[in-house]
Every structure is written in C-alpha cells, then in structure tokens.
C-alpha cells in the first residue's frame, strides 16, 4: 500500500486565508448567539428591557435642563448593553467554548488561531451595534430622546463606542479564564458586570449622586467612561452639572481611560488566555 | 515517504504528577493499516492518542506522526489528520450541514460535506439542529468533521462507548466503508475486543500504560501457536489432552473407541481468553 498513487498526494494546494475563515466564524458565531434563547435574552435583552423598566420607573426633569429622568438613562443603557455584548457575552461565550470541547475540536483542525478571536470580533461588533440601535430605536419611542444631527457628536460615539468595545472584549477574554466549569462561567461574568454597573452610575442615576467611594471605584473601569461618553453624545451639555466634574465631559480623560483598558486588557489576555481545558496536560 | 510509517513511536513515556499514564511504549503503525489500541479503562489509551494529536505534551520519548513531533508541527500538519475524540458536547445549535459544510473551509483540499454526511448516514438529520441528535448521530456526525478535511490519518478514541450491539455494527460498517476507500491509515482505541476484532489489521493491547501485546487479531498473545485442547468422556470421566496436531490425536482416539468418541470437542483459546488473560496477567 502506497500514498504515492493516492490521487490527492502532492501539489501543495492554496492554504484557506484566516481573515475569510475568521469571517465565516464571525457568521457561525451569530447563528449560535442568536439560536440561544438564554444568551438572547440574558446578554442581549436584559438592558432593553431594564431600561423599559427603570426607564418608565424614574420620573422628573433635571433641574437646569430639560432631559428626563429616562432620557438620562438611555446613553447609560447603551453603555451597559455594549458592555454586556461584549465583556459579557465573550467571557461566557469563551468559558463554555473552553469547557465544551469547541476550543479543543478547533484546536485539532488546521484552523488558524486568529480566525477564531476574528470570529468573536465579528459577532461582538454586530450584537453591539444591534443592541446600540434596539436602546435606541426604544429611547425614541418611549421617551422622547432625538438623535444628535451635528457630525462631532457622531465622531464622539464612534470612538467611544470602538474603545469601549476593544476594551471590554479584551477583559471579557480574559476574565473567561477565571471561571472553573462552564456552569460557574455565566455567574463569574454576571457579578462583576452588575457590581460595575452599579459603581458606574448606570441604575444610580444622575452619577453624581454615587457615594464618593463607589464613584471612584467606578472611575477605575471603562464602563463608566464609555457611559459619560456616550450622555456626552446623546445629551445637552445643560445636563452638566448632574456629571461628577460638573464642568467638562471630559473627553480627553475618557480616551486615555479606555485606551489604557484596551492595551491593558490585550496583555491580560495575552497572559492569561489557555487554549486547554483542565485535562489536558 | 511513499511507504514511512504514518507513525512511529519509541519509549513514550507521560507521567501525570506521580503517576505513570504511559509507560515507554512503541508503536509502529504503517500507511493505509487499520490499528487498534485495545484496552480497560484508565490503561492510558486517551493519554497516547491526545499525545499523537498534539494535544498532550510527552514526559520522554519519540514520536513522529506523518512524518512530524505532533509537539513541534504546524498547520499543514494538520492538514493530513482527522480527529475524533473521546467525547465532544459542542456545536449545539448548529445544524449538521452547516457544521461539516464549515469545518470543510479549514481544508485546503475537502470532501464534499453532502457526500461526507451521506456516508455516515446523516442525510435525513442535515437539517437538524446537533443538540436534537441521538448520541450514535452524533458520533457520526464527529466522524464525519473528522473525515470532511480528506486526512490520511484518522484517530477514533472509543468511538463506540456507549452504543447498543446493533448501532455498534452499524458503526463498524461505516468505518470500514469510509476508510477502506480511501486507504485512510486509521488509529482507533477501544475498550470492545470485538471492535478490534472486527476493524483492526492490527492489535496492540494496553494495560497500565504498558503494551502486552501488539500483533494481528489471528496471533493475538500467540493464539495461533497455542496447543488444542482435545476433549472426551471416557465411561463418564471428562478427559482431555493438549496437542500441536489434535488430528493424530482424535486418529489415535477413533482406533482406541473403534468408531466415535464419546463427547469429542476441539477448543483453542478464544481471542477473548487470551484478552482476558493478557489484561489479568499483569499486576494484582
Ligand atoms: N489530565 C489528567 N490528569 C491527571 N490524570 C490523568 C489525566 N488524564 C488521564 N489521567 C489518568 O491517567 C490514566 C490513563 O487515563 P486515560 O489515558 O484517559 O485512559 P483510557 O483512555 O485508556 O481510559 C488514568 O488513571 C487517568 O485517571
Ligand atoms: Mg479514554
């Protein structure tokens, strides 16, 4: 018995490119998110929902401005609802594909490493800028809020949005290693996410009503940041006075915050990311 | 390379803290044979395949897969191989065709995936979401990711575990027909003396981590040479003899009884004895 006449022997054929199979992951990725009733609902309904919820709960108007209570939630909710697609959904996504046997089956083919982070990217950035349009498509209807037509507000959000997206997809990464098992993986994401949202002024609104500590606690992290960016975008600067520094959004400060998460966040990754699951040694 | 071995392995040795998995083993698996690890439990057979896939790294010893230290190999390598391992419980909300269809991407020379699907008998299933399949369907549906890349080495860790006799048959169809065509050298483990019976060109028995035995089903644990048992009654009284030529001996017995004798029977010792007795020799 010879390899030699086997007809598909020799001739080293195209190897397949990862941007394409990444894509093809990205697609894979999305059909599994959205055939999940549980990630559907927990990871991408919760914050629509909550902010219907709190929204129609929290009533009045700020004074010195004419935003509501709802309308200051919304910009908030889509920080939340980002940081929930993101840091969220891939550290959960990432834990149960590490306890699964999904990583270890990749591992065993000749797929290429970074088609599969391209394919998380692919379907973090679509899941993120669904949620962006489901928070916003509700705060227009049920509360009012207009879109920004001025184009600086706009650039406000993208970079914003693609910083806190970077960032918090790179610490969801890596607090997927923290979890054991993949039942522990959806509480080990959930409790700092809540614990975060809270310190971050999202469900205690205005921000500037935080106790001091919690504030600073929440000064720490990017979701407070991608959450004042984003009220910076959606609401009149007469709301300023709600902000802890009640004179300036702060924009320069905000870039640097979620810059330093997402190179700190890269290399947390980096060194923390296993490929293995716990019997394999 | 036409005829090198698709793996060669000398002095395996993996240690798990104290505990010795595998214990300087060799194998030879030649291009195109169907081999067999045969062996209980905890012997260390999932331990030497995760090894020759490159998922475990070895404590000591040699190892050359296609050609390549599964430790050190790259890509391409992977190329050649197909992988079905122990047991998987991903892909879930995926349907089969597109499952097969995407891991057929990762090829540079696939299989079509509706003839991969066709041939492990899932057609009827193609539509189906993983999570609704049978665990037989889903160990078709493993081989099948494993042979859509067209790999010239196949791995199948105890691909039956857990079927009933019929879906174990069934099975062993379709290993036979999807690698016979295409000449796939095939290492598979198991724990069923039939199912290496009935697959393997060759048998390697493992127990502790050590190979007892390693050679065609037909000589297993040298039953090919071992002596017959000749058996009778005589006016009640069960005799037997242990012969190289049990047909002198009966001869011999036909003259003495001057026609038939009184409850002949011939044994030689079943494969299952010799297994039996290989994975019983061996410690306590
Ligand atoms: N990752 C691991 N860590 C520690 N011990 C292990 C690990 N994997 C296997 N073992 C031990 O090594 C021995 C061989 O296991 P394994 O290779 O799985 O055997 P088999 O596949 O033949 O049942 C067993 O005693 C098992 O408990
Ligand atoms: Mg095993």
Known sequence: MSTVDSPRQPAPLKDPSATVLGLHRGVLELKSFFREWDQVVFTFALPIVLLALLGSLFQGVYEGSTVTAAQYLVPSMIAAGVASATFVNLGIGIGLDRDDGTLKRLRGTPMPRSAYFLGKVVMVLVISIAEVVGILALGVLLFDVTLPTDATRWVTFSWVFLLGVVACSFLGIAASSLARTGRSVSAVMNLPYVVLAFVSGIFYTPVSALPEPLARLGAVFPLKWMAQGFRSVFLPDTILPQEIVSTSWEHGRTALVLGAWCVGGLILCLATFRWRGRRER | MANSPAVRVRGLTKRYGDKVAVDAIDLDIPSGQVF?????????????????????????????????????????????????????SDLSELTVLETVRHFARYYPDPRNPAEVIADVGLTEQARSRVRALSGGQRRRLDVAVGIVGNPRLLFLDEPTTGFDPQARRQFWELIRSVVQERGTTVLLTTHYLEEAEALADRIAILVRGKIVADSTPASLGGRAEAKAVVSWSDNGEERSLESDDPGAVIADLTARYGGTVPGLKVTRPSLEDVYLKLIGSEGP
Do not use: C
Request: no cysteine; charged share 30%.
């Open chain 2, 36 to 88: 067999a690890l045969l062996g209980p439990n905890g012997a260390g057979k999932t331990t030497t395949v995760e090894i020759l896939e490159g998922y475990r790294d070895r404590d000591g010893g040699e190892v050359s897969v296609l050609g390549e230290d599964p430790q050190r190999a790259g890509r391409r390598w992977r190329y050649g191989i197909g992988i079905v391992l122990q047991e998987a």
